[in-house]
């Protein structure tokens, strides 16, 4: 990829941008002539940052820069030139891309005949190492500046490409049921069942997308290692990325896969020139040891080393009472290393806990207290990276250990309480950090309650709201603020715990699980309201700027930046929080793919939360209080140990299983969909992917009975229908008002045949005339849509313009004619194909006969399931079944014409029904409504007629 982008900044071309990117490898050849075509008509623009003298130049110069800059080449003149020049480019890049898939594919044959590994230096490895992250550096150097000036480019451009290599491997064994092996016994391509590998980092660390680093084994033998979904933060770089791993970190790799191409989960492309090497897919299978457990210092005590590294003491420590004395001082450093529990917690996790307390018992109070500091800067830089789980522990075991973590002696506990109630609130446990921070603020002494409060009000407040939408659903002010907020932020995360209404998970029949309800329920209602178990937005700021394609050799599928740290951050967020791992692994992975061992156990539902005002009671705020001060051995402190315990057992978690969830459950990579749907412009830094367990198990309807929303990492369920206890709840996973055949090519990745009702009228339509009707459509609508657009830019009202409105309203009623004519005599109005031919239709109507506007508007509406009430409160007896934004539009249009006749009332009434329908699908009250529909109809009186919520 680099020497791509590289030439062409070289002849002065753009680089692809990131649709380009996914057309760079297309075997289609007509995509790659029009690519080569788009690349050599686009000059690079001066996407530096001004300086100064430059900006004042630039000022005096106006625009004539870009004119000239423009004028520098002539396409014309230069086309055939650049576009045979990028077409060679392409060619090459191609050429690299087919070495390194047939590589990839010969290793899946060489895995019956593995070949024993030649022995490499260590020296030339460490040159190799050096050398590749020297390679990196220069690549994002150049990604973020020009090279011969070194001036900041306004944004950074960094695209990367991996392939994953055949194959994917999780161990399920635990460290000591496996016997080590070393280099001598080492093939490849192979994948040691039942053995491991021991080995000290031996260089520093290089992140292209996976991690590679150099490891020695006791023999003194050397290989290249990489491990994929190391970290989500791809800017992470030098110092901070080797302090990850430092050198010296000893590690055991459970059951390794020895790979032809090390590199073959998340490495840079070689074009087929790769060194053998240990490729660990799952980070889950990488155990660091070190003295803490008494099981790793007895490996450690029985290894001898051939060779030792260059190790830097400052970062690594002996025992127990060193790591005490010196550790930790921040994540990652000393003592925590990747992925890795804090050292109080493993300390807990691996030794009784008379041992444990005992070593703290014996430190002098100075190195206590230091200690004690230490331990509370670990957990908030926990806190940081996302690890909340991990930071719950360690703070669970300080207090086991009876450590203060303040050196204020007389408000130690108060500030023990304050930090707890921050870290269960990152673990979204509402209910328990109100209940640490209500202890916190009545445990502070009085001269210092003021200032406490002033720090803590604000958070409590937030908490307390957390709590109460979690416990009873998002009121309309809920909602109101995820949609604004998830229009403001780039990356939008909320604070909220998945609320489950009158729904219950059953087994379906031919679909695995799904959703049904547990009582009967009205239109409209809210049925679900879920965040993210993991969520990555392009404009994440550890990924902002790297456009990532991953190739996957066996399914022919590339997935692009959110999809490949969704992935990375779901794994993280299960390490971190083993609660985590049934939601997301107990989800499917696709057709033919087995199920994961959680498939086959009770899928969570949600507890039922219950919320009060009122602060918590002064029994249990004295409780925790009392088991902070450790007078006593409660069942909290019992609590405690416990989640010390759980998370020390990690489970194995398979990536490529993950990546199957991701694929067939998750939400994206899309525009933020909460947003005003028609109008958002699909900016690539919108785009998103996450998983929401609970919404996952929902099975697909083209004609859904539920509507499911975005806003950020929430999304919420609402019915659209009255619905009956018992009944399936079902959304759309592809749009239900596209073309049959279209979305059963979309759907077809899933193995299922849609037999909803309107792909049973669909059916009996019949493909051939499912297919005219697509012809029709997808020719004829869009010559009159051009039409549409000349004749409507005129504002005249001149005969001419009126015959033109005539004229095309009628072809676009010979046009409702044709494809009218394709669908089954008895088929039921529902015909969402004409939707928007009726639409524009009652456009041009409008201009001369408003009554029979208003008629096809009507019919607008009936093509997506509408039906008109006779006289009942409301215009329309149902929802529209699909296409939601299209209804509300047409209900609109009414108000519109309706108020042109003077019609107030019936306009109002129209208006009621677009805000109701807004309400039941959308809700969040008149300030949503407007923000998504005040442009396009902006003459309405919305404030006079309709209500705020
Ligand atoms: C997001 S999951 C839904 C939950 C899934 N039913 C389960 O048991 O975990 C998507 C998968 O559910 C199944 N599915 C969804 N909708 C279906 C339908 N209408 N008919 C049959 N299977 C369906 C397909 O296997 C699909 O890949």
Redesign the pocket.
Known sequence: MEDLLKALRKIGLALPDHEQLLQLSDPDSEVQDNLARHLSLTPAKDDLVADEKDATDAADASSTAEDDEELALDPLVDADLFKGAVQALLENYNKAIDKERDFLRKEREALSAPKKLKPVPLKALLARQAAEIKKRQEEVYVAGHDPDTGRKRRRLYLPRQTFDGVGSYASEKPLDQLKRIDADELEAPKRFDGRYVLCKVASSLNLYVGCTFIGVLPSGNAIPISIAHFTSNLHVGGKELDAHLPVGTVLAIREPFVSINHFAKGGPCQGGKSVPGIRVDTPTDVHILDRLSQADANILDATTWKIDVAQDHAEHFDDVASLLKDSPAACNTKGCRWLQDGPLARLVASSSAESAERHIRDLDSSRKSELGRRTRSLIQSLLGENRPGAAYRELCAARLLKLPLSTSPDSSIAEDLELEGQVLYRKCDFARSRLAFESALSAYPSSQRTAAQDRILDTLTAVRAAQKASALGPTHENVWAYYFDSQSYATPRFDVQDWFGPVEIANIP?????LVLTRDVDEGELLLCCKAAASSYAADSGCRGVHLLRYTVESGVTSTTTQVLAATRSVHAMVDRNELTLPIMG??A??GVEHSRWVGEEYPSPPKREYTDAQASADEIELLIQACSSLSTSSLQQRWRQTVLDGSVRSSIDTSYVDGVLR??AFGPAANPGGKSSFTQDSELTRSTMVHPLP??????CLPNVSSVFFGDIVTTRALHPLKKGTEIMHQYVKGEQPWLIRRSQLSK???K?GCGICVMDERDGEDKVRERGKVVGGSLSMLQERSRIVLKSSEKTEKEMEDHRDLAESLQELVDKVQATYHVERPILRPDLMKIYQLMALHQSEYDLDAAARTELQALQSIGCTVSQGGERVLNDLPSLHFDGGITSMLTLAKFMLKQEKKDEARRWVEQAFYTHQCTIGGGLDIFLDRWLDAFPDLPYREWLPRC
């Open positions: 031919g679909a695995g699980r799904g989800l499917t696709g057709p067939f459950n996952a198990i929902l099975n697909h309807a899933h193995g299922f849609c």
